[in-house]
């Protein structure tokens, strides 16, 4: 079942083309990520998916009654204003006791519910958010750079936790991450943007796709040969070989940026 959709859409900041012409559709119960570089319209795509964002040309089209929780990049919590754990979960709506106990164990913080707000750690601010996003019984959840500031371990568990909280509530998962690796082995499908969607499809194409590596090198593939490569068939590095693997969506006539130069089939090694 679609929940979300969007087609040929366009974002403008003023003068500032953000978007161009991005088409896509969120299904339920899977876990899709937005990838790209600093200012490529990450979270300008998402404000757009849940119509905060007006679209200058397009249109996005959400199920009716669509259930979000949603996670903005950023929430500020004035350091002056004394709020406990429960009281912001109350806001903007009251909700009971209950549910609210029961949303912060979910996410692992059920003993911070008397906690001031701005005592916390970036990771168990980041588990409130998300108990937060959960009071809605979402249908989908979208989290905007869910794990910034948080170390690796710190991340690991909380792609973790996102995964255990998709297959309990069967929601969908829209996330914006810098987290490539991590990325690369928590997600059914990743969309690489920059201002119009370079690449997408499986993690596995999307990190061999040209674009990609164009954007953010081959470093990285290195490091998602670890998550996603299953070393399971015989190399034929003939040419040709690489439709084998298959190759992700192209939109090639975008303007601005991605471009992927020459393709060649690189292959990362699986480390074992
Ligand atoms: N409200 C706004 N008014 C004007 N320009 C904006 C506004 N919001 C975003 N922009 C500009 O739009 C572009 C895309 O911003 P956006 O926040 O969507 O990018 P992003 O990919 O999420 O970036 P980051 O990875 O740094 O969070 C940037 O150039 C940004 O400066």
Not at 244 to 253: R, T, Y
Request: some cysteine.
């Amino acid at each position: 079942m679609t929940l979300i959709k969007a087609e040929n859409v366009t974002v403008r900041h003023g003068d500032l083309p953000v978007l161009a012409r991005v088409s896509l559709a969120l299904t339920a119960g899977e876990i899709v990520t937005v990838v790209g570089p600093n200012g490529s319209g990450k979270s300008t795509l998402l404000r757009a998916l849940l119509g905060i964002q007006p679209v200058q040309e397009g249109r996005v089209w959400r199920k009716p009654q669509l259930r979000v929780g949603y996670v903005p990049q950023r929430l500020h919590i004035d350091p002056a204003l004394p709020m406990t754990v429960r009281r912001f979960l109350s806001l903007p709506r009251r909700v009971s006791a209950p549910a609210a106990q029961a949303a912060l164990a979910r996410t692992g913080v059920g003993d911070l519910a008397e906690r001031q707000m701005t005592r916390l750690s970036g990771g168990q601010f980041q588990r409130v958010l998300l108990a937060r996003a959960l009071l809605s019984q979402p249908e989908i959840l979208v989290l905007d750079e869910p794990t910034q500031g948080l170390d690796q371990p710190g991340i690991a568990a909380f792609y973790r936790l996102i995964e255990d909280v998709r297959r309990e509530l069967g929601c969908a998962v829209l996330l914006v991450s810098h987290d490539l690796h991590v990325v690369m082995s928590a997600s059914d499908r990743v969309i690489c943007l920059n201002g119009h969607i370079c690449c997408e499809g499986a993690p596995s194409v999307v990190s061999n796709a040209p674009e990609y590596r164009a954007l953010f090198g081959l470093g990285t593939g290195g490091a998602l040969a670890l998550y996603q490569h299953v070393h399971d068939h015989a190399h034929d590095l003939s040419a040709g070989a690489a439709s084998a693997h298959g190759h992700p969506q192209h939109a090639g006539d975008h303007p601005g940026g991605c471009s992927g130069g020459r393709h060649t089939h690189s292959h990362p090694e699986k480390a074992d």
